[in-house]
């Protein structure tokens, strides 16, 4: 099995059950077209390691946190994450999957459960699931992004601070270099299902850029 995929947001057509402190994830049948009670399938992108989107259509720039990391298949309808639900109770977030590499957890290697109010494991040296982007040929383009360091294609991880001082500093390091084909079809034309993680709906712009 392939330690990492080449789509940042894989759509699956399934609204969950998630309770605020909760790590596991249960799917609902709301009688839409699309929607299953048994969806959490290696078919549909359900492998461990595989990132959560939850709350998917949602722009969320706080650090991206609508990512989890999938932590366990329970069954078809269950999953558990490898930190717990940090939203509000809800019973119709819709989701997705991001096939980042799978190595990394939602927090980071040896980071704590937490809240991500609390920023568990985000020193700049930890790499965590919430600061990794799916690059396409577009995104690495961007005069802008080119600016703050991203030239390459594939999976990257990205920080940016601003020291004691008040400069602003931008980290990039490619994790896995892709080909220029990252997130597109069979035909190479790119998929227009970005993850809202980059602040725009387009998702062309990648932070500070």
Known sequence: M???????????GVLVQAFNDSNVITALNT?????????FTAANGFIVGNKLL????VI???YNQNTYTIASIISSNTITLDAVFSGSNTTVANIAIQ???????TF?????????????GRSQNTITARNVYGIDRNEANIAGNKA????SVGWVHYKTWTTSQGSVRHRVEPLVAMSKNFNANATGVLNQTDAFDMGTSADRILPNS
Request: zero cysteines.
């Open 31 to 39: 009688g839409n077209v699309g929607n299953s009670t048994s969806p």
């Open 54 to 57: 939850i709350n998917a259509n």
């Open 2 to 12: 392939s330690q990492w995929g080449n789509k940042d947001r894989r759509e699956v």
């Open 148 to 151: 703050n360091g991203f030239n």
């Open 60 to 62: 969320n720039l706080a």
């Open 108 to 120: 980071g290697l040896g980071a704590k459960q937490g809240n991500a109010t609390v920023v568990p």
């Open 99 to 105: 096939e980042q590499p799978k190595w990394i957890s």
